[in-house]
């Protein structure tokens, strides 16, 4: 691996810009991940264009699928961000927008997989839309893992570059109150407030939470009313659930569908639900296995192991049942934040890993599971 290249290869990844919300912008960057992937793997990539969006697909030999290695091109930074945030290499920390969030992760993918001798096998699949829960790219990568034997997932890693094992699961609601306007002051009796109604609402949801299980319900975003002086005829909040088991997803879920009024008069309307199922650290036990391992034999600190709250598209390979390692990317910190920052240092090690893990996983693609759950999360 040419560490230089690998820089200069993330320079132009990073100095596209390539947030979620401008298609425009993934697109443009989509050919920037082709062009370099193109020219490090001798291959060309497959475009998958979905309403509009573009993700990208390298299949590598001739064989069936056996090996997912996947990533994401877009980022949380806006356009112009570069202004505030430029492209730095100094003194072995990498700054720039989405350097740690995953664009790292994919110059380390593009060289891993160029110093495999024998690739015959892996797919790479590298989507634009993971930063907004993978609207367009979620049929297409719970496909390819349902195709392969194990997911490799390229996102960063976590405090100091442990790999993640356990992911939470995530569902969205949106809590719509409809109530009645009336003026505030000459006949507010008249009026059903939708105010009060969704402070009602935010103390019912927010008491679905289990910390012992590690459930959190957390209403967010909240609005309501037109103006001061009248009864706000209607209102919303966002409500944010993370679980770590599928049942827990379900009783959130359903408790949600059944909330009834108290304000007499009001009505309620519960949009939104499950968007990436928890990825469990029993997907991930025997991988993890296998990395310590290898990164013993390579002669490299062992990997610590991390359970996150933070979803991914790892929730989704292991979703469907498929084996899946995630955090096999960079090492650093500070995503989606102003000291996001990639250590120059680790590529190496951290791209060594991958290859041994990569041609690991080709000899032998079926991870046994540990039982003893010895370096379980
Ligand atoms: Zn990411």
């Known amino acids: 691996m040419d560490l230089s290249l690998v820089l ?25 991940v082709a062009r370099i992937g193109s020219d490090r793997l001798g291959v060309a990539p497959a475009y998958v264009v979905v309403d509009g969006r573009t993700h990208l ?23 112009g961000s570069l202004g505030t945030h430029p492209w730095s290499a100094e003194n072995g920390v990498v700054r720039g927008p989405g350097c740690f969030d995953m664009k790292a992760g994919l110059a380390m993918a593009f060289h891993a997989l160029a110093d495999l001798d ?47 094992t356990a992911r939470k699961g995530v569902s969205l609601y949106d809590v719509r109150v409809l109530g009645r306007a009336a003026h505030a002051g000459l006949e507010p009796e008249l009026g059903v407030n939708a105010t009060l109604e969704l402070a009602h609402q935010a103390l019912v949801v927010s008491a679905l939470a289990d910390p012992a299980r590690g459930t959190t319900v957390t209403p967010t ?4 009313g037109t103006t001061t002086n009248t009864v706000p005829a209607e209102g919303s909040f966002a409500v ?22 108290v304000v007499p008069g009001a009505s309620l309307e519960i949009t939104g639900g499950p968007n990436r199922p928890p990825l469990e650290g029993v997907a991930s036990a025997a991988l993890f296995e296998r990395a310590r391992l290898l990164a013993q034999r390579l002669g490299q600190p062992e990997p610590m192991a991390a359970a996150v709250g933070g ?50 996983l080709l000899a032998d693609p079926t991870p046994a599971l540990e039982t003893t759950g010895a370096h379980r999360p």
């Open 57 to 79: 697909r390298w299949r590598l030999g001739t064989g069936p699928s056996r090996v997912l290695v996947l990533g994401h091109h877009d980022t949380v930074w806006p356009l």
């Open 311 to 360: 979803g991914s598209d790892g929730n989704f390979t292991a979703g469907v049942g498929t084996p899946t390692l995630d955090g096999l990317g960079a090492v650093g910190g500070g995503a989606h934040g102003a000291d996001e920052h990639v250590l120059v240092d680790a590529l190496p090690g951290r791209t060594a890993l991958l290859v041994a893990l990569v041609a690991d």
């Open 8 to 32: 200069s290869d993330l320079r132009e990844l990073v100095e596209c810009e390539s947030p979620s919300s401008d298609l425009a912008a993934v697109g443009r960057s989509a050919d920037v």
């Open 221 to 224: 975003l909240m609005r309501a």
């Open 118 to 164: 024998d690739r015959d096998g892996v797919t790479l699949l590298v989507t634009g839309d993971e930063e907004i829960g993978s609207p367009t790219s979620r049929a297409l990568i719970e496909e390819e893992a349902r195709e392969a034997s194990v997911a490799l997932v390229l996102e960063a890693s976590a405090d100091g570059g442990a790999l993640k």
């Open 240 to 261: 944010d659930v993370r679980v770590r088991t599928p049942d827990e997803q379900e009783r959130v879920d359903a408790a949600l569908r059944s909330l009834r009024t």
